[in-house]
């Protein structure tokens, strides 16, 4: 039985110092004290719907993009998700459920009009602390999350009393106030490749993974090889065909010039070797009796 929004204000605890103590007991397991009371704190009574409460943006969000990294978020912030992206989101509301009811948080239907999809996530009963919603952006354009902006729907409903409780050895969530380390089980995190080291192979792989608008973004990287290419037969290479013959001409301009000074100066020497021995051949012929 889903409950209604006047048994759940019933079943609330609401006062400062009973919300600290009742914290105090779910984490101690007093489910005798506890009985069929409910958590929801803060608690905004505007949030409540006929049979359900609508949780909103927390303190804190990371991307799967960048898992290891989670990201603080503060009054007048938001949260910006590109398309494809996946960020989970911690709830502002720290929910406490005794061992007959549980939830279920489901999307609003003003995110699903706009192509975003949230993913179904099930509280079972003695659960206590934040919840991490997982929230996916599958238009092709960015949204935005504003901090404290209601995004997920969250449904009670009673059950039979539970036998087996949450414990922090099989939940280590419980109790969660902050994200923390995010551990996958099934996917294989990559990591990130260097600017300097990515090659035509990693763009393709991008391309042929996730399609638009990867596959604009390699169009522009060969766009733009084609047109620095194209300046360079146009505008440049001229130019450095004009400038490497005027450097060659009067390369081989100087060395003609030092070519001759040095064969006028062989020349010279070779002239004043010849007429210094003609020179002594007289002087042989003259001195002779």
């Not at 719907?49 to 912030?77: A, F, H, M, Q, T």
Request: aromatic letters at 10%.
């Amino acid at each position: 039985m889903i409950i209604s929004d006047r048994d759940l204000k019933s079943r609330l605890i609401r006062e400062r110092w009973e919300v600290e103590q009742g914290k105090e007991r779910w984490g101690k397991g007093e489910w005798d004290k506890i009985g069929n009371k409910i958590i929801i704190d803060p608690f905004n009574p505007y949030a409540l719907g006929p049979c359900c409460y609508s949780l909103s943006v927390g303190d804190e969000y990371v991307s799967l993009r960048d898992p290891e990294n989670p990201k603080p978020l503060k009054e007048g912030e938001h949260i910006s998700i590109g398309p494809s992206e996946t960020v989970l989101i911690l709830t502002h509301e720290y929910i406490c459920l005794p061992r007959n009811i549980l939830a279920m948080v489901v999307p609003r239907a003003t995110w699903i009009f706009e192509g975003s999809s949230l993913s179904a996530t099930r509280i079972d009963p003695t659960w206590y602390g934040k919840l991490l919603i997982g929230f996916t952006n599958l238009a092709k354009n960015p949204v935005a999350l504003d901090y404290g902006e209601e995004f997920c729907t969250c449904y009670f409903m009673e059950a039979t009393e539970i036998e087996k409780v949450l414990t922090r050895e099989t939940q280590p969530s419980l109790g969660r106030e902050r994200i923390g380390r995010i551990k996958f089980v099934h996917a294989k995190q990559q990591k990130l490749v260097l600017p300097e080291r990515v090659t035509k192979e990693d763009i393709e792989k991008v391309v042929d993974l996730y399609g638009w608008p990867w596959d604009v973004v390699r169009g522009m990287f060969v766009l733009t090889l084609k047109e620095i290419t194209e300046y360079i037969e146009k505008e440049v290479a001229p130019s450095i065909v004009e400038d490497a013959t005027s450097e060659a001409v009067k390369r081989a301009f100087e060395n003609q010039q030092k070519w001759i000074r040095n064969l006028i100066i062989g020349l010279l020497s070779i002239g004043a070797g010849l007429i210094g021995l003609v020179g002594y051949l007289v002087y042989l012929v003259l001195s002779r009796p």
